[in-house]
Each structure stands twice: as C-alpha cells, then as structure tokens.
C-alpha cells in the first residue's frame, strides 16, 4: 500500500474514529473501532471457533482502533495483546479502551516463542506482500495446538478492476498454501456472515458521519474513501470475498493437512 494510502485508512481515521467516539458516548466505541475488520458474527463466529475464554491470551495482529480485541474482553474475559504498527491506530485503541498494545510488524513480533495462548488477524493479510513472513511469526509465538483466527479478503478470479492501493488478495489455493507452510492446520471456515445488529449498524455509521463532517475537506478522508470504493465495487462484482478460517498451530515436523481447497 503507498505510505499515503495506508496512513489515510488505517492511521487517520483511527484517530478520527477515537475523537468521534469521545462526542458521542462510549458506547459507540466497538462498532466505530471495528468498522471494516469484523462484525458481531464473524467474531462470534472466530471467538467460538478458537473456544476464547476467561484468561486466554489472546494476541490480536494488526489490531487498528482494538474493536475486535475489546469485543473479546468484554465477551469472553480474554488477556489481549494488540500489535499494531500505525502510532495513531494504536494510541486510538489505548485511549479508548485502555488495552496494551505493542507498536510493531507482523513480521517481527517482539514476544517470546509459545507466548500466546491464542491469535487473531482480521483483515490484515490482504495489505501484507510477505504472508508467509506474518503466518511464520504468527506461528512461532503462539503456543504448538493453539488456534488463529483469520478474516481474510480472497480473490475469487482475475481481477479487472482497479485493487484498493497496497491490497494483495491471495486465492484461496494460495492462503492454504501459506497456511500449511507456516506450520498451520485449518479445521474449519466459513463465508462471512451477513448483516449487522441494527443498534450496532447505526452507532458506526453516527461515528461516520461525525468524521465526515470535521474532515471532509482533508486529503487524507478522500484517500480514505477512494480505497472503501474500490473495496465495495470488487465485492459487488464477485471478484473478492470474505473468508473466516481458524487454524491450530501444529509443532515442527507435525503432518499438516488442510481442508481449504476441499469446500
């Protein structure tokens, strides 16, 4: 993604989103933190399938604003860890709900080997060239059987118009791929599901509409949205799709099989 790009998406409208949030009530926070990485089902969806639970660590990669992670505390009573390279996404996520978040890459997780109990990356791989860089450091940290969580943008066929800036869709043959490379098995996936809560839809698009109105006018909003179009006209076209996948770490010389290429 060009610097512009990428600081427009994920860095501005994080903190937008935080500024947003103090106007209008706390309880805007998770909707507003975790617009354009998950929604109420698809973590429902993950946090069942990893069997989130009281203690867990759960280590959340590429974590934006913390709407996902802090979804999974007040739900499941999760311990999370965010790793987020953006300052301003990850200064978002402390001020508005207080999590501990590690200024970091992917690539480089600064956290000891079998340190996490869990993991999550929702919406990230499809912005990251080196994938088997992130799922290797994914794997490492996290503890030999411990499950990943994955929200995945995948490409389903060539595609012919124009791909938000920075975004590499990996197919589906091509996640499996990595995913075994990186020492994962996927158990189970599913397409994202649809729709929202009403009440969780209309808090987001309130913290929307106040970014809209104090930034309009800024550059970085216009590049901003530029990329959400782009998004929306390759999933109206059937060319992108959303998947969830969860994974379990496997040790080292494990066999792997994966069931991705098989639904």
Sequence with gaps: MTASAMVAEFD???????????????RHAIPAACRGSASPAALAWLAEACELSPGIRLLDVGAGAGG???????????????????????????????????????????????????????GVLCTVQDKAAVLGEIHRVLTPGASLGLLVVI?????????????????????????????????????????????????????????ATRHRAEPAYALAAHQGERFTRLFASGQIAVRLIHAVSRPAGHPLKSRMEER
């Design 68 to 122: 996902p992670a802090a979804w999974a505390v007040e739900r499941f009573g999760v311990r999370p860890i965010l790793l987020e390279p953006m300052p301003a996404a990850g200064r978002a996520a402390a001020r508005l709900f207080g999590l501990p978040v590690i200024a970091g890459d992917g690539r480089r997780i600064p956290l000891r080997t079998g340190s996490a109990d869990a993991a999550w990356c929702l």
């Design 12 to 26: 501005d409208v994080a903190a937008w989103t935080a500024d947003a949030v103090e106007q209008l009530g706390e």
């Design 155 to 211: 490409a389903r066929g060539p595609q012919l118009l124009p791909v938000p800036d920075g975004n590499h869709f990996p197919t589906q043959g091509e996640l499996a791929g990595l995913l075994a490379g990186a020492g994962f098995e996927i158990v189970e996936q599913t397409d994202q599901p649809g729709g929202m809560p009403p009440s969780w839809s209309r808090r987001a698009e309130q913290v929307a509409a106040v970014i």
